[in-house]
């Protein structure tokens, strides 16, 4: 009798739990990331070829409330391909995808440049559950 309580109480809870991404706001217009750039800045991959190189995750919060947006981010590379002064220059919706971006970015590596790269930006997309990059 308690084992079969068990599997039920166990069926049901993995019916009220869903991987199923159910947008509840829009997803907002991505932004002309050129637009927020100075000539001398590198956009994105224009001038960075990726060694180690993952997409954040999309962060549960946002996911069980439906929550689609995108983050621009500010990196400098490194002489040896590494990342350096990683910061968020605009978020849609402020902060909601702000620390996965960062985690995700202060992982990433980069072919070593002939030299130093700086305000580098990149757009990260958060669309229907799933993290990608911008263009």
């Given at each position: 009798?308690?084992?079969?309580?068990?599997?039920?109480?166990?069926?049901?809870?993995?019916?009220?739990?869903?991987?199923?991404?159910?947008?509840?706001?829009?997803?907002?217009?991505?932004?002309?990331?050129?637009?927020?750039?100075?000539?001398?800045?590198?956009?994105?991959?224009?001038?960075?070829a990726a060694v180690m190189f993952e997409?954040?995750?999309?962060?549960?919060?946002?996911?069980?409330?439906?929550?689609?947006?995108?983050?621009?981010?500010?990196?400098?590379?490194?002489?040896?391909?590494?990342?350096?002064?990683?910061?968020?220059?605009?978020?849609?919706?402020?902060?909601?995808?702000?620390?996965?971006?960062?985690?995700?970015?202060?992982?990433?590596?980069?072919?070593?440049?002939?030299?130093?790269?700086?305000?580098?930006?990149?757009?990260?997309?958060?669309?229907?559950?799933?993290?990608?990059?911008?263009?």
């Open positions: 009798m308690k084992t079969s309580w068990l599997f039920l109480v166990a069926g049901l809870s993995a019916c009220a739990s869903t991987s199923i991404f159910t947008p509840r706001s829009a997803y907002p217009p991505d932004p002309w990331v050129k637009g927020y750039s100075d000539p001398d800045d590198c956009i994105g991959g224009e001038a960075l997409m954040p995750t999309y962060p549960k919060s946002a996911f069980r409330n439906g929550q689609q947006g995108w983050t621009i981010m500010r990196l400098d590379v490194a002489e040896d391909g590494m990342t350096k002064n990683v910061r968020v220059e605009r978020s849609v919706p402020s902060g909601a995808f702000d620390r996965a971006s960062l985690k995700a970015v202060e992982r990433w590596q980069f072919r070593p440049p002939a030299a130093p790269l700086s305000n580098c930006r990149v757009l990260l997309r958060y669309r229907a559950g799933e993290a990608s990059l911008g263009g």
